[in-house]
Each structure stands twice: as C-alpha cells, then as structure tokens.
C-alpha cells in the first residue's frame, strides 16, 4: 500500500513558477515508477509527467515539455514537479501517482490532489 500527500499548489500569475512536491508512504518507494496528472474544470483528467524507479527515465506530455521538470528523491520517498512559464491554461488539479510498471494504463495510486490556479 502507498499513500501519496501532494502539497506546494496555490495561485500564481502566468508567466510564474511552482513547485509541487509528493510524499509517499512505504519502504518501497524505489519500486515505483512516480507520476503526475491534472484535471481542469470540465476537461478529463490528462497525463503530465512520470519518472522511472531510479530517476533516470522520464516522460512528459508534449504541452509542459521544456516547461515542466519531474524528479524524485528516493531517500525522502518525494517526487517533485518544477513548473515554470506557466500559462493560464495549466490550471487544473495536479494529482501525484505511482505504480509499480512503466507508463501503465491505470495508476495503481493516487494523491487527493492539489489545486494550482494560474492567473492571466
């Protein structure tokens, strides 16, 4: 069982930056491959990035790539999501996930989300 507590959302003007950050529970926090999606109001929840087990693969959505940066500290069971050049449209509820195989179809975990609001 893991459980995953986002935090460092909050309201920022385009242009900006943010840090989100995700705890994990459990001792096997390197047996997982960490990653974030985002729901916006009315929109189906999307993929936005994920790494690998020991950091050393990433895969991100094509509208963050060159914006977002994904990263994970295995010795304090964290995966991070450095935001900058944030855009209106990037305003949506980031949720952290995990799941033992690469860029499966379904999360096997899921945080309860962390609302980030980027204003024009």
């Known amino acids: 069982q893991v459980q995953l507590v986002e935090s460092g959302g909050g309201l920022v003007q385009a242009g900006g930056s943010l840090r989100l950050s995700c705890a994990a529970s459990?001792?096997?926090?390197?047996?997982?491959?960490l990653g974030w999606f985002r729901q916006a109001p009315g929109k189906e929840r999307e993929f936005v990035a994920a790494?690998?087990?020991?950091?050393?693969?990433?895969s991100y959505a094509d509208s963050v790539k060159g914006r977002f940066t994904i990263s994970r500290d295995n010795a304090k069971n964290t995966v991070y999501l450095q935001m900058n050049s944030l855009k209106s449209e990037d305003t949506a509820v980031y949720y952290c996930t995990a799941d033992r195989n690469w860029l499966p179809s379904l999360y096997e975990y899921w945080g309860q989300g962390t609302q980030v609001t980027v204003s024009s």
């Open positions: 790494i690998s087990w020991s950091g050393g693969r990433t």
């Open positions: 459990g001792r096997t926090f390197s047996s997982y491959v």
